[in-house]
């Protein structure tokens, strides 16, 4: 007998791809008025699953039923009308839009033939409300920050009449407060009887916001479990074995210092930040966002100019603003944003694990290519990259395995002084472990590593000292015995009067004088 509140039902699904099988035999249902959670670590399958209901991909076999009906999802258009609504990781936003004109675009509301621009206003003015965010509907998007993209998504999903809302990894890169705000929305859409498939790697999330789990694990279905299942447990299904330790960090003794910052001033950006970073050490880097701790990281490999101040590795100094003098020196930076830094998305893994050490094994202006695939083929292997071959392109990997690749190529430059922003975002617990691990190995080598993370516990269960940056300073370094996560809050909070420039110092002198 069917279940009554039964909205949607997806029945022996497979997808494959040249070498893969992507989903094998998958089985999934939602009701109305539920958070159901996708479970799995990267490359379980969770992405081509949700790309079936929102019309990207078709399945070569299986069922996908809506009110018990069996449908065909040949695009965007039909997801839209049987209502349902996704929401990527990537916003599907036109930055130089207005708020309103990105949550109907292309269906705007006319009259006499013209965009009725007070009705469309109107009508987001009362989606943004719904969702709660307080922005006007004639700002620029690329004006938002990351939080308030988020709401517009949801409220053009609104807009849509949705009845399923698929949210794909919405928490990522939002502060605590912030997602506090987004789950009360998904729970006012919930008892609204909005079906909500939710997919998260932060296992905390699932018991607070979540009714139902299905775990996914190498493409096929592997279970469904109630949202309250212990943490283990859903560990457990999702790679297959117990983890132990969560932040397996293995203290190696510290050296002398690789990475020495000092004085490190960039006007309204960060201000007279010095610290060090020994050999066989990780120095996690903490605070709230916009405290300046991605400017700085950036600053100190040469990608953004800094005012005042100076980088030392290993005792020499290194020229402002200048990458290649970075990279001769041994510092490597893996972005907070792998997919627009960090990696030519269009190329293969072996090319981009080949990118950094591309100059060193040209000889003549010929590449090396049989040694370059070689050392490619040790890196994947030794990372665990998983991938059809290494000529796969980058962009149809998983998050994970992404991460692992940009890594990956500072490992075969023999990066002495490692730079992590945001190292496991939008990454499952297993693949997380495994680059802890290998943290651990850098470490162990005499490396020295520079993690910086929103994730305080990450922060805390990895790093040998923690520095807490507040409004573009160092607040201050707590050694790891003290590192707890009340002491680090209590100095990212820490305010400060601002930093007045020269020319400000001048002109107070001078107004001074006058008077």
Do not use: C
């Amino acid at each position: 007998m069917s279940d009554p509140d039964e909205l949607l039902r997806l029945e022996g699904i497979r997808k494959t791809f040249p070498g893969v099988v992507a989903l094998d035999d998958v089985s999934f249902d939602l009701r109305r008025g539920e958070v159901h959670v996708l479970l799995g670590e990267n490359g379980a399958g969770k992405s081509t699953l949700i790309k079936m209901l929102s019309g990207a991909y078709r399945p070569d076999t299986g069922r996908v039923l809506v009110d018990g009906a069996e449908v065909r999802i040949h695009g965007a258009q039909d997801s839209e009308r049987l209502g349902i609504a996704t929401i990527y990781q990537e916003f599907n936003l036109v930055p130089d839009l207005s708020v309103a004109e990105n949550i109907f675009l292309g269906r705007q509301p006319r009259r006499f033939g013209m965009i009725d621009r007070k009705k469309m206003e109107a009508d987001a003015a009362e989606l943004l409300e719904r969702v709660g965010v307080n922005v006007s509907p004639r700002a620029r998007v690329r004006q938002l920050g990351i939080a308030r993209l988020q709401m517009v998504e949801i409220a053009k999903a609104l807009s849509l009449n949705a009845r399923v809302l698929i949210m794909d990894e919405p928490t990522a890169v939002l502060t605590s407060e912030e997602v506090d705000k987004l789950f009360s929305i998904v729970r006012r859409l919930r008892e609204d009887g909005v079906a909500i498939v939710f997919i998260t790697h932060h296992l905390e999330e699932i018991a607070a916001l979540g009714d139902r789990v299905t775990v996914l694990r190498d493409g096929r279905s592997i279970g469904q479990v109630p949202a309250s299942t212990p943490r283990d447990e859903l560990v457990r299904l999702m790679v297959g074995r117990s983890i132990e330790q969560q932040y397996p960090r293995e203290p190696a003794d510290p050296g002398a210092p690789l990475l020495s910052v000092s004085g490190l001033t960039r006007d309204g950006v960060f201000h007279d930040v010095s610290f060090e970073v020994r050999a066989g050490e990780v120095v996690g880097v903490a605070g709230l966002v916009g405290a300046g701790r991605t400017e700085v990281a950036r600053a100190v490999f040469g990608a953004d100019p800094y005012d005042a101040g100076a980088v030392e590795v290993d005792g020499h100094r290194l020229p402002r603003h200048d990458v290649g003098a970075a990279l001769a020196a041994g510092i490597g930076l893996v972005p907070e944003d792998r997919k627009g830094q960090g990696l030519v998305l269009n190329a293969s893994v072996q090319e981009n694990l080949g990118l950094v050490t591309l100059r060193a094994a040209s000889r003549a202006g010929w590449v090396d290519r049989g040694a370059q695939r070689t050392a490619a083929a040790r890196i994947a292997e030794q990372l665990g990259v998983r991938m059809a071959g290494l000529g796969q392109h980058v962009r149809t990997l998983s998050g994970g395995n992404q991460q692992k690749v940009v890594i990956g190529k500072w490992l075969l430059a023999d990066t002495r002084v490692l730079i992590l922003d945001e190292p496991t975002r939008g990454i499952d617990v297993g693949a997380k472990v495994e680059i802890y691990q290998l943290i651990n190995e850098l470490t162990a080598a005499g490396h020295a590593v520079l993690m910086i993370s929103s994730d305080l516990p990450e922060v805390l269960g990895m790093s040998d000292r923690v520095l807490v940056m507040a409004q573009g300073r160092i607040a201050g370094e707590l050694p790891a015995h003290q590192a707890t996560q009340d002491a680090v809050m209590a100095l990212a909070v820490t305010t400060h009067a601002p930093v007045k420039d020269e020319k400000e110092e001048k002109k107070e002198m001078e107004a001074g004088r006058g008077h």
